[in-house]
């Protein structure tokens, strides 16, 4: 353990500080105090009461654990409510345009929106509120009560006070007519009271008195809520305070576990305890028994009613889910009479008649049971299959098989049809051999195709006509035709080289015949003929 050396003007002082601590451990000197007079625990360690070496302390104290200055620059005070700081006379620039009040805009006011704003009617402004910025430390941002006026709490204790008052006043003066009327029966009966047995009995109803009032205790005023605001209504606590809470009954850490937030402890804290002695049992025995048991068959019947297509709803109509579960009740009762009517007519009530014998009522038989060391089954029993929660061997449309029997080319189907197609109808032994009569002619019609595509067809000799397109076989050229359009090809040329002779109004005609395509390609020029320049 490290200690703090302290400086010491010599080695005498020194030596007399010694002695002093000796003593002060023995006894015998006065306790030492700190710079405020308070007096030092000689049990606080050595490391805690003295101060590091580097702040030159002259004797131990606690000063140098925590931070004792506050810092100023924060501040513990809070925001003054609803002070002012300055009335204005006429509406100023830059002010809000509804009130007035220079503090704030429009936007932001508080004030009701005026018919016409004070910046229009320079009447009515508002004055200007204190605006303060405070800046406080880490403990007053998250102090929930800061800036919080107790004195406004002191009508709150006056309302309960009164109402207490009344309270009392109240039972007291109804005490005391109920000793009249009581000591005015006695009196007309000829008993003498004395006035001993008047106090007596005044003390008992007093008792009686104080007995309602702390009966009182477990009242509690809720706002019930309700779409108008709702109303306030008197609650009691059915738990007695006397009573153990059921987080206490059981204080083994591996027993019924308590939720705090719910408050609820479902399992039993006490299992091995007497039942009739028990008190609290855990909440599962109120979930399994009572009422509770039927709003839980209540909710599942809705629930599987509106599954099956019921328009059923526990918390839109519980009226309607209740008188549909009450009719369900019967009529599965009638049912239930019904098919155990017909079960003893068809083989008669074994209740009536003769006892079993003892063999057949113990289930006794000839079949022999093998099993091992373990008590596994060796033999004589056949093993029970798993059953799945999923639905099996369920044929649909007629198939003797599920779908995922049959796979083919990469594809899955029913084993009965060989068909691939899901949810279709199942077409036996005839859809099978439909199937394979399709796929071998459409083999032969991809071998037949293929085959043609092999051998090339043979090429058509195509003959010509003059200007490059097919020739029709009854294709005959007027002579006649063919010199007229020879003679107007001729007459069109000499235009083209005068255009002095070229006509105002120039006719077209767009109808080509034969004769026209032969004579153009007959004085067509080609530049690749060598012969070119000697055609006229």
């Known amino acids: ?53 580097y702040l ?30 300055y009335q204005a006379d006429k509406y100023r620039k830059g002010s809000c345009e509804n009130c007035g009040a220079m503090t704030h805009d429009a936007k932001s006011c508080m004030e009701r ?24 430390d880490y403990d007053g941002k998250r102090d929930r009560w800061n800036g919080f006026d107790p004195a406004t709490y002191a009508h709150v204790i006056e309302r309960y006070e009164a109402r207490d008052e009344a309270r009392r006043k109240y039972l007291k003066e109804k005490q005391l007519k109920k000793l009249e009327e009581k000591n005015g029966k006695q009196t007309g009966e000829g008993e003498v009271s004395d006035e001993e047995d008047d106090e007596d009995a005044l003390k008992v109803d007093e008792a009686k008195v104080d007995e309602s009032k702390q009966m009182d205790f477990a009242k509690v005023e809720k706002r019930v809520r309700t779409t108008g605001g709702g109303s306030t209504g008197t609650v009691r606590n059915l738990r007695i305070r006397e009573d153990t809470a059921k987080y206490l009954l059981n204080l083994d850490v591996n027993s019924a576990y308590y939720d705090p937030k719910t408050r609820s402890m479902r399992e039993d804290p006490l299992p091995d305890a007497d039942p009739n002695e028990k008190f609290y049992g855990g909440d599962n025995q109120y ?3 009572g009422q509770a048991l039927e709003f839980k068959q209540l909710n599942i019947h809705a629930w599987e009613a509106f599954e099956k297509g019921q328009e059923i709803h526990m918390q839109a109509a519980p009226s309607q889910a209740e008188l549909l579960y009450k009719s369900y009740k019967i009529l599965k009762e009638k049912l239930k009479a019904h098919s155990r009517e017909t079960i003893m007519e068809k083989y008669g009530n074994a209740a009536t008649e003769e006892e079993m014998p003892r063999e057949l009522l113990l289930g006794q038989s000839e079949r022999q049971v093998e ?3 373990a008590g596994r089954i060796i033999q004589g029993l056949e093993a029970s299959l798993p059953k799945s929660k999923y639905e099996e061997d369920v044929y649909i449309n007629n198939h003797t098989s599920v779908w995922g029997s049959w796979w083919k080319d990469h594809q899955w189907g029913y084993k009965c049809c060989q068909q691939t197609i899901k949810n279709s109808y199942c077409t036996g032994a005839a859809g099978i051999e439909a199937a394979e009569a399709a796929a071998d002619l459409m083999k032969a019609n991809v071998a037949r195709k293929a085959a043609s595509e092999d051998m090339p067809a043979p090429a058509e000799e195509k003959n010509l006509a ?16 063919l010199a007229e359009a020879l003679k107007k090809e001729d007459e069109r040329k000499k235009e083209e080289k005068d255009e002095r002779k070229r006509k105002y109004n120039v006719r077209w005609n767009d109808e080509v015949t034969a004769e026209d395509m032969e004579v153009y390609r007959m004085k067509k020029i080609h530049h690749d003929d060598p012969m070119k320049d000697f055609l006229h």
């Not at 002082?13 to 030092?40: M, N, S, T, W």
């Not at 002259?58 to 700081?85: E, F």
């Open 113 to 136: 929106p005026r018919k016409i704003g004070a910046k229009w009617t320079n009447m009515r402004i508002a004055p200007d509120e204190k605006i303060e910025t405070f800046e406080l």
């Open 371 to 373: 099993y091992d060391r």
């Open 466 to 481: 003059t200007w490059g397109t097919d020739i029709p076989d009854d294709l005959i050229l007027d002579q006649k035709k």
């Open 287 to 289: 979930r399994m028994s």
């Open 56 to 85: 030159n302390a002259d004797k131990p104290s606690l000063k140098h654990q925590r931070k004792w200055k506050s810092d100023p620059n924060y501040t513990k005070s809070w925001y003054d409510r609803g002070a002012k700081i």
């Open 1 to 53: 353990m490290a200690t703090a050396s302290v400086a010491f003007k010599s080695r005498e002082d020194h030596r007399k500080q010694l002695e002093l601590e000796e003593a002060r451990k023995a006894g015998l000197a006065p306790a030492e105090v700190d710079e405020d007079g308070k007096e030092i625990n000689p049990h606080i360690p050595q490391y805690m009461s003295s101060a590091p070496w």
